[in-house]
């Protein structure tokens, strides 16, 4: 509780979660979850942890027409201190915009989520990587067929779980649902 409620101990954590480009910590995980001041920090603590997916840019047609190839990307950024680890997929899906109801989906061809790396070489002082995490654009040509009605649809970003092929990995967004 101290560590998460003193800056100066909740600093110290950070760079070397930051440094040692940390998942996670055991020992952080017993703190009072009833204490809201304890609560901001670890929020601050987790922020950190492994990886943070941020989006910086999507683009796509705002008109998609049946069985013609169309193009997505996007631009991520790792803001936290560590990779992801493993080969998960990240797929494209196209959502009812009233149940959320998924339509139709497609998994992206060349995207490696194992290369949204964090950035190195943490600098305490400047509170910042000297080297910061690139960010990475991730496209791919997708098609959809006749079989989808006309319409308008809400576009969305999914990272798998290959075990059951649906979204394990959050973004970190305010749009997320």
């Known amino acids: 509780n101290e560590t998460l409620t003193d800056p100066l101990h909740r600093k110290w954590l950070i760079d070397w979660i930051r440094k040692l480009h940390c998942t996670a ?50 631009d991520v950024e790792n803001t936290g201190s560590a990779p992801f ?34 950035g190195e070489n943490w600098n305490d002082g400047l509170q910042m990587y000297q080297t910061p995490a690139e960010i990475i654009e991730n496209t791919d040509t997708f098609q959809i067929d006749s079989s989808l009605a006309k319409g308008k649809y809400i576009l969305a970003l999914s990272i798998l779980d290959p075990d059951g092929m649906i979204p394990a990995v959050k973004f970190a967004t305010t749009q997320y649902f």
């Open 25 to 74: 910590l055991g020992w952080v995980a017993s703190f009072d979850v009833y204490n809201s001041k304890v609560l901001a920090g670890a929020n601050d603590v987790q922020k950190v942890f492994g990886y943070r997916f941020i989006l910086r840019e999507v683009e796509y047609p705002k008109t998609v027409k049946s069985n013609q190839s169309f193009s997505v990307s996007f």
């Open 85 to 118: 680890y493993y080969d998960w997929p990240v797929e494209l899906r196209l959502l009812d915009p009233d149940t959320h109801e998924v339509k139709w989906k497609q998994v992206f061809n060349e995207v490696d989520i194992k290369k949204w790396m964090p």
